[in-house]
């Protein structure tokens, strides 16, 4: 788990984030220019194509930046570092509760309303895993994990979310959307948060996928409990300061935990 004396790949890091935000702007900005001239997304459903492929900037970039660096041999063998399904049942768990607490956090602090009948969840996470989910194959898989390996769990994370936060500007500005004319700050609040989860979870069980799956019930769960994600500094604050809080005890716990074991099989051999 700690990555500090592995080598920081420069040449991945910076190629894979100028591809990103590169992939981005070249399916975002048509939807931003269209969408101020008038041409919206909910009314022209063929906009919903480049919507979709600029979320997907982080993944496509990933996969050109790894084949293009020998990092892995094809698609396939992308699929297979991505959707890396078998783990233990405590990582699913993690995927799990983590987005319940955040949800609960939130319908506490700033109320909700009753969305989607529950029995469509599994089809909505199915969704998001390709409409946010698969973000995952970008910023855990190379940005925090390579800036883990040079700076550690807690300014890694906190590079990722500036970096995931900014990305999403476009769609602040994109008629249509979910997040247009939104507080942009808030919701960098609850990506600081989200920040601390997913590489909470990459970081305990070294799973790409599992940090896709937690995304994607983050997104899902929006649709079921209609909270004030955007409007409540109070309510965004408090929950990111809970979620960091379970991350950092989860992370330094579970590395306090197999330091002392290792030193007690060291002591017992």
Known sequence: MDNTNVEFNKKVFF????FTFLIMMIFWIPCLILGINGIVIKDHFWLYIPWLLGGLSPA???YIVLKKNNQIKGFLDYLKQVFDFKHKIWGYLLAICFPLIQVVLMCLLSGYKKGLPLYYLPFMILAMIFAGGLEEAGWRYITYTELNKKFGFIISVLITAILWWVWHTPLFFIPGVSQYHKN???FGIMVLGF??????IKELTGSVWLCVLCHAIINSLGNFFHYDLYGSYMASSITTAILIALSLVSV???KYIKKKNDNKLTVEK
């Open 60 to 62: 496509i970039a990933s």
């Open 195 to 200: 920040s601390f989860v997913l590489a909470t």
């Open 15 to 18: 190629e894979h984030l100028i």
């Open 252 to 254: 330094y716990g579970f």
């Open 184 to 186: 942009f700050l808030v």
